[in-house]
């Protein structure tokens, strides 16, 4: 495109307002900060394995307020707890799977040039950018970083040290991020999808994304309004959030009183079930298209996954305080939630059989992404399946608030949502980039981190039934929890291997870039949808010539046909 080629440097690459290009920023930057929320965790286990013992040369290089001579203090795990979760589901994960994929992919898989409005998506991008830096910064702030859980659960979060207050502004500004985004894809989606792309023609990344869309558009506004406030019960005196009569260490607290905790936690979970939603459908998406594509089978039940998504993308609203069962809230709220929460299992269960049947009579390509695609089916159902027994009553009572949640959460995010965006990652390399990534290394790269991932969250459960509570700095003060101490030094270990096996995907990531084989055509991978009919990489403004969809998006080995694939938009 002719006027692409005088914009600066800075016009291009840093203040762009190409899709693709804002789509790599998001993409690059939510990486980095997976890898920053890795190495905060990588500290935490540290403690976790070796309780109260310095941890040799690296924690000589901490300060004296967190862990002087290398031992780590409570308050800077408590720290390092609250930011790893911060930071992986709101810097890393949603950004990469919203922002990064989501930027770069939907325009193209609808055969638009870029999103409805391309100056929002920048603006969406800064505000997560400055939502970050608050973050980061807030570590060097007197008292460290936000030390209250990822959840901030008052009348805890309203007295912590200024690390809180940072980390309320960064959450302003992150949500208002996402809430730029989410409109746009929403008007993108609706509007601007390619002549003869009718809604069911549609990938199904894009109807993942689609949902995904309407539920941060609709959860995050509660929790916005939720951070305002407890805002202003932090610097203006207010007290929504704080009971009355609040002694802390034998002091009153001096404030007005007669808020609710409470509220808070319903306000929050509003979200942040939704949420988990928006962290697992967008790699969801990402699985199909490649299993689809590695199979050379159409999908095996196209619309039954789109009426699943929409269903479960509704019920995600209705099944927050599943979180709350503990809280005292009553048996008629907590039936509610217990009966909602088995049903919005259904849909999952479908979505997981129609991408199994999917494989069954396939002629599977085992590439490096369909590895990843493949091994996150096993691990999605793995925390899913965990999720049901906290979904009941009677048996969320003794593993609530147990390494057992801590188990079943990640078994969705890491060992599925992470595993299943690095997949994308190998898939869609060639795209951006012109280059395959090295297939050698990459498959070194998914059987360590596969491995690893399961060594470090199946014990987790061994731990939550012995009982052991989660966000414990000791974790030997009890003798239960000292019976499963040598769980904690195997999982440490697995996350601090898993750790150097993700060194092998930077250097193949960046390596390839220059080093990579080069694609013969645009079309590697010989896939039906929209983006491989792009030239490589994709111009600004997208496609040479304005496509047109004939067909469903999975017509693999259609009879009649020599080649095994019938692109979206070739005619003939
Ligand atoms: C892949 C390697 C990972 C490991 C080894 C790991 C390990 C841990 C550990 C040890 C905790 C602290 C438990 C405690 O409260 O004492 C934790 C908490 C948490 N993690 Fe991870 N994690 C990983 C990845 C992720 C990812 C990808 C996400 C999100 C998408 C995530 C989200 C969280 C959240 C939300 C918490 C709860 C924090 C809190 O309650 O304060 N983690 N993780
Ligand atoms: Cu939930």
Not at 276 to 288: D, E, K, N, R, W
Not at 500 to 511: D, K, S
Not at 532 to 551: D, I, S
């Amino acid at each position: 495109m002719s006027h692409s080629e005088h914009q600066s440097f800075w016009q291009k690459y840093i203040f762009s307002v190409d899709h693709k290009v804002i789509g790599c920023q998001y993409a690059l930057t939510g990486l980095v900060f997976l890898f920053f929320g890795f190495c905060l965790m990588m500290l935490m286990r540290w403690q976790l394995a070796f309780p109260g013992e310095p941890l040799p040369v690296i924690g000589g290089l901490f300060s004296d307020t967190t862990m002087p001579g290398g031992v780590m203090l409570p308050e800077f795990y408590n720290s390092l707890g609250a930011m790893h979760g911060t930071i992986m589901v709101f810097l890393g994960v949603v950004p990469l799977a919203v922002g990064g994929f989501g930027n770069y992919l939907v325009p193209l898989q609808i055969g638009a040039p870029d999103m409805a409005f391309p100056k929002l998506n920048a603006a969406s991008y800064w505000c997560y950018f400055v939502g970050g830096v608050v973050m980061f910064a807030s570590f060097f702030v007197p008292g460290g970083a936000a030390n209250s859980g990822w959840t901030s659960y008052p009348p805890l979060s309203d007295i912590a040290t200024m690390g809180q207050t940072f980390w309320l502004f960064g959450m302003v500004a992150l949500i208002t991020s996402s809430l730029l985004g989410s409109v746009n894809f929403i008007v993108t989606i609706v509007h601007l999808r390619a002549r003869g792309l009718s809604f069911f023609r549609l990938p199904f990344f894009v109807w993942a994304q689609f949902v995904t869309s309407f539920l941060l558009l609709l959860a995050f506004p509660p929790l916005e309004v939720a951070g305002v406030l407890q805002l202003m019960d932090r610097l203006a005196g207010s007290s929504f959030f704080l009971p009355s009569g609040l002694v802390i260490s034998g002091t009153p607290l001096g404030v007005s009183g007669g808020g609710s905790p409470l509220l808070w936690q319903h306000l929050f979970w509003f979200l942040a079930h939704p949420e988990v939603y928006v962290l697992i459908l967008p790699a969801i998406g990402i699985v199909t298209e490649i299993i689809v594509n590695n199979t050379r089978k159409p999908l095996y039940g196209y619309k039954t996954m789109v009426y699943s998504v929409l269903f479960l993308g509704f019920m995600s609203f209705v099944v927050w305080a599943h979180h709350m069962f503990m809280t005292g809230m009553g048996t008629t709220m907590s039936n509610f939630f217990q009966a909602t929460t088995m049903i919005i299992s259904i849909p999952s269960v479908v979505i997981l059989t129609v991408l199994i049947l999917t494989l069954w009579g396939g002629s599977i390509r085992f590439t490096v992404p369909m590895h990843f695609a493949l091994a996150f089916l096993p691990m999605f159902a793995i925390g899913g399946l965990t999720g049901l027994p906290l979904g009941l009553t009677a048996s969320d009572i003794p593993l609530h608030d147990t390494y057992y949640v801590i188990g079943h959460f990640h078994y969705v995010v890491a060992p599925g949502t992470l595993l299943a965006l690095f997949g994308g990652v190998y898939y869609w390399y060639p795209k951006v980039t012109g280059r395959m990534m090295n297939e050698k290394l990459g498959k070194i790269h998914f059987w360590g981190s596969f491995l690893c991932l399961n060594g470090i969250f199946m014990p987790m459960f061994i731990q939550g039934l012995a009982g052991v509570s989660r966000r414990l700095y000791m974790p030997t003060v009890y003798a239960h929890a000292e019976a499963v101490q040598g769980t904690n030094v195997f999982m440490s270990y697995s996350a601090w291997i898993l750790g150097l096996v993700q060194l092998i995907f930077i250097f193949n990531f960046f390596r390839s870039l220059k080093k990579g084989k080069k694609v013969e055509s645009d079309n590697p991978w010989q896939a039906t949808t929209l983006e491989w009919a792009t030239p490589t990489p994709p111009p600004h403004g997208n496609f040479l010539q304005e496509p047109e969809v004939y067909r469903g998006p999975y017509e693999y080995s259609p009879p009649g046909r020599t080649e095994d694939f019938w692109p979206q938009n070739e005619e003939k």
